[in-house]
């Protein structure tokens, strides 16, 4: 409504589908739709073939509108259901839970590469120095052969575990 109230008279709106005019329900919908007429802006949608919404029947709208919740409403029962499906395969847990059990987590990794391990002390005394990450990522870099990237610097030195 906002973005209605705010545009000029007789501008253009693109949307992808029906449904990314309003995510509250078709009365919202209807609302938005009946603004942009009263405001002359045109609405199109680029999956009904840039077809002007406002040129459309307003029961033909609401039909369209109805269609585009209850499949929206669809999905999400089916993502939920999914969902619960892979918690019940696993124990419950699930995406990131998942990985850490597994020890495959970014960021809960069980094992730490030796290098990262024996670099740390230096690493922090690096820091404590006053260098940036950039410039600490390159003096490991060289001093311990191993590849060592600004996000391995900063996880490391700031107490996370992370795998080569």
């Given amino acids: 409504m906002r973005l209605l109230r705010e545009l000029p008279e007789g501008s253009t709106i693109y949307v992808a589908h029906v449904d990314r005019l309003s995510r509250a329900g078709i009365f919202d919908f209807l609302q938005i739709v ?10 199109f949608s680029l999956h009904d073939g840039e077809m002007d919404l406002l040129d459309e029947n307003p029961l033909f709208l609401s039909i369209k509108a109805y269609i585009a919740e209850q499949e929206r409403a669809a999905t999400s029962r089916r993502m939920i259901d999914a969902i619960q499906e892979r918690r019940k395969k696993y124990g419950g ?6 990985a850490k059990k597994k020890g495959t987590h970014k960021w809960g990794t069980k094992e730490v590469n030796p290098i990262f391990a ?8 690096l820091r404590a120095g006053g260098f940036s990450y950039e410039k600490i990522t390159e003096m490991a ?5 191993q590849k060592f990237s600004k996000a391995h610097v900063h996880r490391l030195i700031n107490g996370r575990n992370t795998k080569a």
């Fill in 34 to 43: 009946e603004h942009a007429r009263l405001r002359k802006i045109s609405v």
């Fill in 93 to 98: 847990l699930w995406g990131g839970q998942l």
């Fill in 118 to 125: 024996q670099a740390l002390p230096y690493l922090k005394e």
């Fill in 141 to 145: 870099s060289e001093k311990f052969g």
